[in-house]
């Protein structure tokens, strides 16, 4: 796992210092709002006050729901380190690219620390004076497929669970990661056939984490069919809480 440059970020110590000092945003550019938009806000707030579902995952998925940018505090490790999504434009703002964490145990602990409006404006934006360094605007893909594949979720996001069959969306696919491995039959066979959660889990090479993790991030990249009508949904006759504990 590569290791944060924490020249570039917060240590989670300072950065609560900071922001009982009232100086937390160091990262984006004043005069922006103070509170995030009413849905996407009600939403964090209902997540936060079920901590089942509150994590990470959901907290990016209500972002890219809702199509409003937020910036939020990820906790990795001893550092804090500020991601700026921008799901219109399907773009994340960093000082750190997340391929550069690997797949270690760093992002398998990632944590919320606070999510606030974005500070920092989208390239093309009227506010030019607001839009950061290019080098530090990236596709929002690789950040959904790293968090959905190797985040601290290994279940199915809580909007697209249930009794439901899934199915890819070819024309939403965009590129893979390289990373997929033992995956990458299942999205294949994704493209063929509609299936529960149930049955894709027991595909070759997958399991109940693995096929939440891959529906996941199909989901949140836009390129996942959700059907509670098809045939295969009537399949799905076990609650995905109750055997999770059937591991990784």
Not at 93 to 104: F, I, M, N, Q
Request: net charge neutral.
């Amino acid at each position: 796992m590569n290791e944060f440059d924490g020249s570039t970020l917060w240590r989670i110590s300072a950065f609560q210092r900071a922001r009982e000092a009232a100086q937390a945003n160091a990262f984006a550019a004043d005069g922006r709002p103070t509170l995030l938009p009413t849905t996407l806000l009600a939403d964090l707030q209902q997540l936060q006050d079920d901590p089942v579902n509150g994590d990470v995952l959901e907290v990016i998925a209500a972002c890219v729901r809702h199509r409003e940018a937020a910036l939020l505090y990820l906790g990795y490790g001893a550092y804090v380190w500020p991601v700026t999504i921008f799901p219109r434009e399907f773009l994340y703002h960093s000082p750190r690219d997340v391929a550069e964490l690997g797949t270690g145990a760093g992002l398998a602990q990632l944590s919320l620390v606070n999510a606030e409006p974005p500070g920092v404006r989208p390239p093309g934006d009227a506010m030019h004076e607001r839009v950061a360094s290019g080098e530090r605007y990236r596709p929002l893909e690789a950040l959904l497929w790293a968090v959905a594949l190797h985040g601290p979720r290994a279940s199915v996001l809580s909007e697209i669970s249930g009794r439901v069959a899934y199915k890819l969306v070819s024309s939403g696919v965009r590129d893979l990661p390289n990373s997929l491995g033992a995956l990458l039959p299942a999205v294949t066979r994704l493209r063929q056939e509609a299936a529960p959660l149930r049955d894709i889990a027991n595909w070759p090479g997958m399991s109940l984490a693995r096929a939440s993790r891959l529906l996941n991030a199909l989901y949140l990249t836009g390129a996942l069919m959700i059907s509670r009508s098809h045939p295969a949904a009537s399949r799905e006759t076990f609650s995905w809480r109750e055997l999770f504990g059937r591991g990784r």
